[in-house]
């Protein structure tokens, strides 16, 4: 299995994208072979040096994303609410405060970044789910001068907003703006094989046949996994472009997340049929 | 079953995301248990009228776009290549008599939309694909045959897409587009349970195949459910 493609993802909890993103991420960090990198950011400090407007300026985007955000709330399962005046909480209040005292949350975690999350996600939930209050009084020093740093790199990648994901693939930066680019981030995170499975329902006792597809012929060795735990390997010789396994009578047992792994190739996901 | 719902597609040929968004409905129309109609209108009308800046006047943004429009056209199997000057094709030539002819088609067609469709292909495949004018009468005649139109119907749109009764169906259609609360192209509404519901952009058709109760297949639907 190859190693794991490594995914930055900056944010600021002014946002309320990003909070969609950042969920997403955090869920699929368990599911694609991938390192999710957290790195809050300011968004105000993007927008300042790329020259962008908020997107809130605009009355009519202002209508179309409170009716976007409610829909991907319900979709993504992520419990978004609106502020009770938006425009003094995410305009005039900001979250400057906020995103240095992450910043120094994270440079203070030795050990993984559990603490980054759980204090940013708590963060988002007061601004964007309980409607409280975020500004608090910055032990500014350090943190201040880490927040600058972190979004002048960010302007390296000429960001255009928050939430940015930067997919590190073949050892260059692709960048994806947005919480709508998901299964293009995975189409380009998946290397070498395509998963298939039937389009139309499932039903009790019917047979299903997962097949994958190596786009190379590179590969030795393909196995199978369900919920993580190996189901089902073959030796599969470079020739061998499609390689099919077959559940059968399948019951309610059967459900599960199933992927796949070739030793030319990291895990793929499978997505199953509801 | 329920009777189809109503989707109705409002997109202007200088836009390439709005070529993507046509090319998925296109192929969807035949999947989802939906009735797609297609609007074409003026963008440029539209970022007038909502107050917008084209996100190209963005430096940053125009980068990120010229990335993220390469990495779909493989993703959508839609063969986007932006032209050589896309400053000029985008802001300073235009779409207006594009939209104009496009409307024409549409007006005359009788029967369904095959045509209007076709055209409005050709001329994305123009601008977005050859780097051709589309703002000429002769790029427009070229565009209209490539679609399959005869020469009579050539002739017809030609004569009368600088009408005055096709100007003012333009720019209703782009008034009905600003109605409904756009700020961009393509906007898609959805009319559900009476209401209707607009989704800017290409990148909603999976929550919007949720609200509609159908299901994503990803962007070239005929392959997924092809049997293995």
């Not at chain 1, 399962?77 to 502020?83: G, R």
């Not at chain 2, 192929?27 to 917008?52: C, H, I």
Request: aromatic residues 10%; glycine residues 6%; contains cysteine.
């Amino acid at each position: 299995m190859s190693s794991k493609k490594v995914i930055e993802l900056f944010y600021d909890v002014v946002s309320p994208y990003s909070w969609f993103g950042f969920e997403l991420m955090c869920r699929y960090r368990t599911v694609w072979n991938v390192e999710v990198k957290l790195r809050p950011a300011l968004l105000g400090g993007v927008m300042q040096g790329s020259g962008i407007r908020s997107p809130g300026m605009v009355p009519d985007k202002s209508v179309y994303m409170t009716h976007d955000l409610q829909r991907f709330s319900n979709h993504f399962e992520v419990p978004l609410s609106f502020p009770s005046d938006p425009t003094e909480t995410i305009y005039k209040k900001g979250s400057l405060s906020a995103m240095r005292f992450v910043t120094a949350v994270q440079k203070r975690e030795k050990d993984g970044d559990k603490q980054v999350e759980q204090v940013s996600r708590e963060l988002w939930r007061r601004i964007w789910s309980q409607d409280k209050d975020i500004t608090e009084p910055a032990s500014l020093s350090e943190a201040a001068k880490k927040a600058a740093q972190r979004w002048m790199h960010l302007l390296d990648y000429k960001s255009i907003g928050l939430p940015m994901m930067v997919c590190h693939i073949d050892g260059k930066p692709e960048m994806y703006f947005g919480s709508d680019r998901f299964e293009l981030m995975a189409h380009s995170l998946d290397g070498d094989i395509i998963l298939k499975t039937q389009a139309s329902p499932v039903f009790t006792d019917d047979d299903v046949t997962l097949c994958y597809q190596h786009q190379s012929g590179k590969h030795k060795q393909t196995s199978f996994f369900k919920n993580r735990a190996l189901i089902d390997s073959n030796s599969s010789s470079g020739s061998d472009r499609v390689i099919k396994m077959t559940l059968k009578n399948v019951t309610r047992e059967d459900e599960g997340f199933y992927r796949c792994a070739s030793d030319s190739c990291r895990v793929q996901r499978v997505r199953p049929d509801r | 079953m329920s009777s189809k719902k109503v989707i109705e597609l409002f997109y202007d040929v200088v836009s390439p995301y709005s070529w993507l968004g046509f090319e998925i409905m296109c192929r969807y129309r035949t999947v989802w248990n939906v009735e797609l109609k297609l609007r074409p209108a003026f963008l440029g009308g539209v970022m007038q009228g909502s107050d917008n800046r084209p996100p190209g006047m963005v430096p940053n943004k125009m980068v990120y776009m010229s990335n993220d429009l390469q990495r779909l056209s493989k993703y959508f199997e839609v063969p986007l290549s932006p032209p050589s000057n896309p400053a000029e094709a985008m802001f300073i030539k235009g779409s207006l008599s594009a939209m104009r002819f496009v409307t024409a088609v549409q007006k005359r067609e009788k029967d369904g939309d095959k045509q209007v469709e076709q055209v409005s292909r050709e001329l994305w495949r123009r601008i977005w694909n050859q780097d051709k004018d589309i703002t000429e009468p002769a790029s427009l005649s070229e565009a209209a045959k490539k679609a399959g139109l005869s020469d009579d119907e050539i002739k017809a749109a030609m004569e009368s897409y600088n009408t005055k009764e096709i100007k003012d169906k333009l720019k209703s259609t782009t008034q009905d587009a600003l109605d409904y609360g756009s700020f961009g192209f393509p906007m898609i509404v959805c009319h559900i349970d009476g209401k209707p519901e607009m989704y800017f952009g290409s990148d909603r058709f999976e929550l919007m195949a949720h609200r509609l109760g159908e299901k994503w297949l990803g962007p070239v639907p005929h392959k997924a459910a092809a049997k293995l």
